[in-house]
């Protein structure tokens, strides 16, 4: 069972930036998809960026597209999330998560993965 804990949250001011990291223990990530979701007050957990099993392919949502970056380092089993440009808007907690399945896309679906971390909070003021 992977464990995944968050980290790099914070409050930044509008048109700044966080890096977000995640680290997984008691498994290594490799051979497994990685992603990003987030929650915001009041609002559904919703998809935010996805990095396939071999860090080949990655996608994103349009609401970040062209501003959050999403990366692997398969060997130190690390997951992270470059954010730039922020708006209040990206105010949320940021959950990392890992593929339920081996070989796994860049997959969208929350479903697709079966392991989160605790989340970390993200606050952007105007």
């Known amino acids: 069972q992977v464990q995944l804990v968050e980290s790099g949250g914070g409050l930044v001011q509008a048109g700044g930036s966080l890096r977000l990291s995640c680290a997984a223990s008691?498994?290594?990530?490799?051979?497994?998809?990685m992603a990003w979701f987030r929650q915001a007050p009041g609002k559904e957990r919703e998809f935010v960026a996805a990095i396939s099993w071999s860090g080949s392919s990655t996608n994103y949502a349009d609401s970040v597209k062209g501003r959050f970056t999403i990366a692997r380092d398969d060997a130190k089993n690390m997951a992270y999330l470059q954010m730039d440009r922020l708006s209040p808007e990206d105010t949320a907690v940021y959950y990392c998560?890992?593929?339920?399945?081996?070989?796994?896309?860049?997959?969208?679906?929350?479903?697709?993965?079966?392991?989160w971390g605790q989340g970390t909070q993200v606050t952007v003021s105007s």
């Open positions: 998560a890992t593929a339920r399945s081996m070989f796994q896309r860049a997959e969208v679906a929350d479903t697709a993965y079966s392991s």
């Open positions: 008691g498994r290594t990530i490799s051979r497994y998809a």
